[in-house]
């Protein structure tokens, strides 16, 4: 019978989903050894993918090369305990790194896909006491971890290579004052974590949509050249941005005043979103919103939309909406007020992402739902493909109330429907297929291609579609 219902679950499958099919693993280790989790990694050196499927006892670990052609395979078990919080590569040799939750313990596992051997470094020996750690980082192949001194305002960036040897930078930004709005001045670590209480900086990959959810962070982390960029809107009269050298010990810092601020108001919120040399910036009070596209070199505001309460929103292309709700799944707006007000007292964001020539704006707030545990974000900075599908699973699942905004390249307001990005084909297409309570599901990038995947506990095989 349960060879029937494997065999009927695979049939289904085949016939409703088989033109998206990408690559398929059955391997023998999934009978015994259910998937719980996967880690992808492209290897943009030699277009390889290496798939690392959490099991039980450790990783089934498999590598194919661009043709999807399985070139290796291996077990890794006996690893380090903790969180993985990374993984880079060098030819067919890969490592993944492991943390425990305070960061003061980090091990690695260094697999040769090439022989099939593994070797374990329990602990890598590096001691962050007297810090805070921020985020790890990936960038350019090269795994990072970011941490401020305690009560200064010192950051540190400890860099691993595959070998899990590393080396630390330091960036001393002790001469720049970080005020809040009463203008008391503190150190950046004071200014984070006493003042403001701050739980996590969240990073976000701006190639990709990102939810309200993300984006309603005051704090936010993004990678792009070489380089990491700290967003912060702890207060609601500046936007500071620190910019790091991740090759050199040199960083550039940026003091953006809000022109809009009106101290003694306080019904307000702010908030920001960083794509290349913009910076997209928000603020709300109880009568009006304001959005300014600011040129990170001049300051100046490049274009500003502002409304009243009483104004229709002329810069949107979508109704007002409201998604993931307790009852009504999908809800339309119409009054100014009434967005204006979610935005104020929820969680007020922006997002921004590049559609051809194009900006694709989204505006709104994001509400947690009673009950929701909140994952977004963490620690998963070092690993690509757990960061897209953090991003997917929140952009996907997000009690949100927004309006999508389509902007030219000058920043003006273009009319027209705004086309579905990838995250939304798959959304959809999940939805369609009644895949979204799959096990182990995951998103990455390859050639041009979204590729979604998922476990399958009936027919044991690991399944992944491209978009």
């Known amino acids: 019978m349960r060879s029937f219902i494997a065999f009927f679950f695979c049939l289904l499958c085949y016939t409703s989903i088989a033109q998206n099919a990408w690559l398929q693993s059955s391997n023998y280790h ?49 690893i380090s305990s903790g969180d993985l919080v990374g993984c880079i590569y060098e030819k067919n040799t890969y490592t993944l790194f492991f943390s425990n939750r305070s960061k003061s313990k980090i091990g690695c596992v260094k697999i040769d896909f090439t022989t099939g051997a593994y070797t374990v470094i329990k602990d890598l020996n590096l001691s962050i006491k007297g810090e805070k750690a921020i985020q790890f980082i990936t960038d350019e192949n090269k795994l990072h ?16 290579n595959v070998q899990g040897d590393f080396i630390e930078k330091s960036y001393d930004l002790s001469d720049e004052v970080f005020e809040s709005d009463n203008e008391l001045t503190f150190s950046l670590y004071s200014f ?62 940026k003091k953006i005043t809000n022109e809009s601020f009106k101290k003694g108001n306080y019904y307000n919120t702010h908030n920001s979103f960083l794509l290349g040399d913009k910076l997209f910036e928000a603020y709300v009070t109880n009568e009006r919103f304001v959005m300014d596209i ?18 229709s929103i002329y810069f949107k292309n979508t109704p007002i909406i409201q998604e993931g709700g307790d009852f009504d799944n999908y809800r339309e707006f119409e009054k100014t007020t009434k967005f204006i ?78 086309p579905d990005n990838k995250f939304d084909a798959i959304h959809n297409f999940i939805e369609d297929k009644k895949l979204k309570e799959m096990s182990a599901q995951t998103v990455f990038k390859y050639d041009g291609s979204y590729i979604w995947g998922f476990y399958s506990d009936v027919s044991k095989m690991y399944k992944f579609y491209s978009f």
């Open 294 to 311: 600011i040129d990170l070199e001049s300051h100046k505001s490049l274009k500003q939309f502002s409304i009243t309460e009483k104004d």
């Open 341 to 418: 007000r979610k935005i104020l007292y929820s969680k007020m964001a922006l997002s921004v992402y590049k559609l051809d020539a194009n900006y694709v704006v989204t505006i709104g707030s994001y509400e947690p739902k009673p009950g929701a545990i909140i994952m977004v974000g963490a620690m998963v900075g070092g690993l690509t493909g757990a960061i897209i599908f953090s991003m997917f699973d929140s952009y996907s699942n997000s009690k949100s109330v927004k309006i999508l905004n389509l902007l030219d390249s000058n920043f003006n307001h273009v009319q027209g429907d705004i």
């Open 192 to 253: 984070l974590y006493v003042i403001n209480k701050l739980t996590k900086f969240e990073f976000i990959d701006n190639s990709l949509p990102c939810s309200l959810e993300q984006a309603s962070l005051p704090t936010k982390i993004f990678s792009q050249d070489g380089h990491v960029f700290l967003t912060i809107n702890l207060t609601g009269k500046f936007t500071y941005i620190i910019k790091l050298n991740l090759k050199e010990p040199r960083y550039d810092f």
């Open 145 to 160: 971890l970011l941490t401020v001194e305690k009560k200064k305002s010192i950051l540190k960036l400890y860099s691993f």
């Open 30 to 78: 999934f009978e015994t050894h259910p998937v719980s989790d996967i880690v992808p990694v492209v290897n943009k050196e030699t277009r390889n993918i290496a798939l690392f499927y959490k099991v039980k006892k450790g990783y089934v670990a498999e590598l194919y090369n661009d043709k999807k052609e399985l070139l290796y395979e291996t077990v890794v078990s006996n």
